[in-house]
Structures are given as structure tokens and as C-alpha cells.
């Protein structure tokens, strides 16, 4: 009696693996059968029958949802849930529920169903993974694809933070057939640098630099990263090995330049800038960033005469650059209103007389005035070549105002 009852045990048990076997199949058959109604769809819309075309996909939805549910069921059933072909019809039914837009209500999670049942079949059966990697390739990369351009999109709205997360995902779904989507990852981590995940971006610049994506942008990036976390030492040292595979790329001298300055370690570069400079000759930015360097007062290499001295070579080659006469001129405007101040603070008492006290101060505003005088062509050449800017304008006006040229002072006004 034991032994009938075994038997029939066995008996229902294979017939209940037969019935979960058939909701595969019927799972296969649904999407199959939708397909060719998706198919008849596309026929429709290419000769402008968008009423009929609408007609199919509504019934193909039909048909996907019983795919969907059928799947579902043998993809929960024990005996045929650690089956490859059943995550294999799993990928190909939400892959389709995803990628065509009339279905994506009935899973808004479907592409991210689709690539979990891809790592399922990968690790479930790796011989059935590879025999059937072309065709789970081509469902990876439709929905890579759809991810990066979701990515774009937010990207050029200013969405910074949807952008990176779905460049994140085109990334994930690439790593699940062994790819790398690195166009993916540059964007991913451009958002993270806007965002001010300087973190999330120097681990992204890092990873693609270690998987061999080493061109010049991918180190601009991770040196600006370092930079902006603090880490200048690692900054520096980034910038030793970009500059050895891309000695003449520009973007690199410049975060070079950005680097040094930030970390007070500009004396260390000026060599180097200034055999840039005399190199590119046709490129005055190389003697503009020396002057700038010399011209700052926190640097321990300041220099006023030597700032205005490349100012002037970065002139000498372009005529019109404004930002250069600009520079210069306020060099020597705030050096005049430094000893104007110093003067105004002198104390009579420290002087024997008055009359010493007076021709200190005299001197010292006389000095002064000679830098103002210094600056004054400085400034006038910048408004000829900027007359719109207000700034410029003032300060051209303070200058006459303070060397009594009032009939062009008054003009300004």
C-alpha cells in the first residue's frame, strides 16, 4: 500500500513540473504570438495607419500580460525556477515590456527585471549563458542604450542627479555581459563633479583609467577631483603621469597651472609655463597666467614689476587683450591705494614737526600718484576694448577723479 501511495506521489509531483514546464512555454508562446502582432503594428505606422497600428499593440499588451504572468508564476515555482530557460523567457518578456512604451505600465521596473534574470541565466548555467549570449547581448545593449540616452536627456534639462543614476545604470547593464559602457561612466562622473561628488567622480575617472580608457580628459578629471578634495599630493601626483603620456595637451597644463596655485606651489611651475609660453607664442594665456602668478600678493613669489613685465608680453602678442590690460591697470591701482592708505594713517606725532609729517605724506602721495599715472593707460585701453562694462567704467572714472582729470571723469558719468 506504501509503495502505491509512492508512486502516485511521484506521478503528481511529475505532472506538477509539467504543468509549471507548460506556463514557460505558454509564457514563450504569448510573447511570441504579441510579437507578431508588434510586428503588424510597425507595418501599419510605416504607411500611416496609426489608428490600426494602435489596434495591435493594445491587443499585443494583452497577450504580454499573460506572458508576464505565466513567467512569473514558473519563475517562483521550485521546479523550474532554478532553470536557465525560464530566466532566459524572463529576460526576453520584461526586456519587451520595457523597451516598447505601450507596455511599460504593466512593470515600470521591467529593464531592471530583465538584466537580474540575465545574472540568473549567468549564474544558473554558464555553457547556456555563452550558447545563448548573442541573443542576451542584444536585449543588454537595447537596454544600455535606452538608460545613456535617458542619461542625456536629464543631462541637457540640468538634471544632474537623474542623469548620473541612469548612466549608472546604462554602466550596470553593459558589466552583465563582461562590457564596459565608459561613454556612460565620463558622463556619470561629470554629473558627480557638478554635483560636488568629487568622491563619486575620482572613483569613476579612477576605475576607467585602471580598465585602460586613459585618454587626457579622463586624467583632467581625476585631477580636478583630487584637487577639490583636498588631496593635492595625490592631484600632483596624477598630473606627473598625464603630462608624461600627453606632455602638450592643454587642458592638463592648465589644471597643472589650477593645481599648483591652489596648493601654494606655484614657484615650482613657473619654469615650466614660461617654456610653454616662449613655445606657443601664438597662445599669450602662458605669459597672462605668469603675470597673474607674480601679481598675487598671498604668493610667496610676488612680484609687481615682474607681473606687469609678462603682462606686457602677453600684450605684445595679442593688442587686444583685455583681460591683460585690465589686470595690469588694477595691479597698479591697488598698489596706489595701499601707500594712499599708509599715508592716511600716518600719525603726526611720530614726526619731529609737522612740516615732516607733511612732506612724508606728501612723498608717499606722490608715489602713489605715479602708480595711478602708471595705470591710467592700462585702464583706458580696457574700456576702448570693453566699453560696456560697468567695472571698468568706474574704475577708469575713480582714476581720472583721482589724478584731477575731472572734464573725463564728469565725461564717464
Not at 105 to 116: G, M, N, R, S, Y
Request: aromatic share 12%; net charge negative.
Amino acid at each position: 500500500m506504501k509503495k502505491v501511495l509512492l508512486l502516485l506521489a511521484l506521478a503528481i509531483f511529475g505532472q506538477f513540473a509539467i504543468a509549471q514546464d507548460m506556463k514557460r512555454q505558454d509564457a514563450n508562446n504569448y510573447q511570441r504570438q504579441a510579437q507578431q502582432l508588434i510586428d503588424a503594428a510597425d507595418n501599419y505606422k510605416a504607411v500611416n495607419k496609426p489608428e490600426k497600428a494602435a489596434k495591435q499593440m493594445a491587443n499585443a499588451k494583452i497577450l504580454m500580460g499573460k506572458a508576464k504572468a505565466s513567467i512569473d508564476a514558473a519563475s517562483e515555482n521550485e521546479s523550474t525556477m532554478n532553470q536557465a530557460k525560464t530566466w532566459h523567457y524572463y529576460a526576453v518578456i520584461y526586456y519587451k515590456l520595457g523597451w516598447y512604451p505601450e507596455f511599460n505600465d504593466l512593470d515600470p521596473e521591467a529593464f531592471d527585471k530583465a538584466l537580474l534574470a540575465v545574472e540568473k541565466i549567468k549564474q544558473l548555467d554558464e555553457a547556456y549563458f555563452r550558447q545563448m549570449g548573442q541573443e542576451l547581448s542584444q536585449y543588454v545593449r537595447g537596454i544600455d542604450n535606452v538608460y545613456y540616452q535617458l542619461g542625456v536627456d536629464s543631462f541637457n534639462n540640468g538634471n544632474y542627479e537623474d542623469a548620473m543614476n541612469d548612466f549608472q545604470k546604462a554602466n550596470d547593464a553593459a558589466e552583465k555581459i563582461g562590457s564596459v559602457d565608459d561613454a556612460a561612466l565620463i558622463n556619470l562622473a561629470t554629473c558627480a563633479a557638478k554635483l560636488g561628488k568629487y568622491d563619486v567622480a575620482a572613483s569613476t575617472y579612477e576605475m576607467l583609467i585602471a580598465k585602460g580608457y586613459e585618454d587626457a580628459s579622463n586624467y583632467s578629471g581625476l585631477i580636478n577631483a583630487y584637487r577639490e578634495l583636498g588631496e593635492g599630493d595625490k592631484s600632483v601626483e596624477t598630473i606627473e603621469i598625464a603630462r608624461a603620456k600627453y606632455p602638450d595637451d592643454p587642458q592638463l597644463v592648465n589644471d597643472m597651472i589650477n593645481t599648483y596655485l591652489t596648493i601654494h606651489r606655484e614657484a615650482e611651475i613657473v619654469d615650466q609655463i614660461e617654456a610653454m609660453a616662449q613655445k606657443y607664442t601664438e597662445q599669450p594665456v602662458y605669459y597672462f597666467i605668469l603675470g597673474t602668478i607674480y601679481g598675487n600678493r598671498e604668493s610667496s613669489i610676488y612680484d609687481l614689476e615682474k607681473a606687469l613685465d609678462y603682462y606686457g608680453k602677453a600684450i605684445a602678442e595679442d593688442a587686444a587683450y583685455a583681460d591683460a590690460y585690465y589686470n595690469a591697470g588694477a595691479l597698479l591701482i591697488d598698489k596706489a591705494s595701499e601707500i594712499y592708505e599708509e599715508a592716511n594713517k600716518k600719525d603726526p606725532s611720530e614726526y619731529a614737526n609737522f612740516k615732516a609729517y607733511l612732506a612724508a605724506t606728501d612723498a608717499m602721495s606722490a608715489e602713489a600718484k605715479s602708480y595711478d599715472e602708471r595705470a591710467l593707460p592700462y585702464v583706458e585701453k580696457t574700456y576702448e576694448l570693453l566699453p560696456e562694462d560697468l567695472a571698468v567704467k568706474q574704475a577708469l572714472r575713480g582714476i581720472y577723479t583721482r589724478l584731477k582729470m575731472m572734464d573725463k571723469a564728469k565725461a564717464l558719468e
